[in-house]
């Protein structure tokens, strides 16, 4: 709905109908502690707090923002770990500044293992519709910090436990979201 009122907005009027995005929840629920334990375990990955990024790597998902507030959220909790799903060709910009913290996990199959294992995702989109990754996300019961963009608002504040939304661009509101539910489980 929030892109059909930008085009009208825009002075687009197509007679339209909104139909969201779908994704398929099968494989997609809410991971018990022990399911957790057992995705980090095949995944190789330790059990300290998780975030992930699903979407491909460009300036649209934002993948640099999370970057930029990665040194903010480790203030808050010093062994987070983050991992990036996905490639593009933002790949080499990114590899460039990562931190022994972030992880490129590059193009997955399995999301919903790395969903299972996550504690938090994070969408930084700087534009986007209703992203699939965040629906997943959702399915997953995985809370999610994403910015005020067409499709992401909507996702989120509807749903107020689901996450948190913050301003586009906006580095240390990601930051304090983020950390603020690695540091408290009930939230994420």
Partial sequence: T????????????????VIPNAVATRPLTAASS?????ARRDLGIDPHPMVVCIGRLSTQKGQDLLLAAWPEILDAVPDAQLYLLGDGPMRAALEARRSPQVHLAGWVEDVDRWLDAADVA?????WEGMSLGVLECLA????VVATDVEGMR?????HATAGAVVAPEDTAALASAIAMRLLDPELA
């Fill in 2 to 17: 929030a892109e059909a009122e930008l085009a009208r907005e825009r002075g687009i009027s197509p007679d339209c109908a």
């Fill in 122 to 126: 994070a969408a930084p989109s700087r």
């Fill in 140 to 143: 997953a019961a995985r809370s």
């Fill in 34 to 38: 022990e399911r957790r334990h057992a």
């Fill in 154 to 158: 909507e996702l989120l504040v509807e």
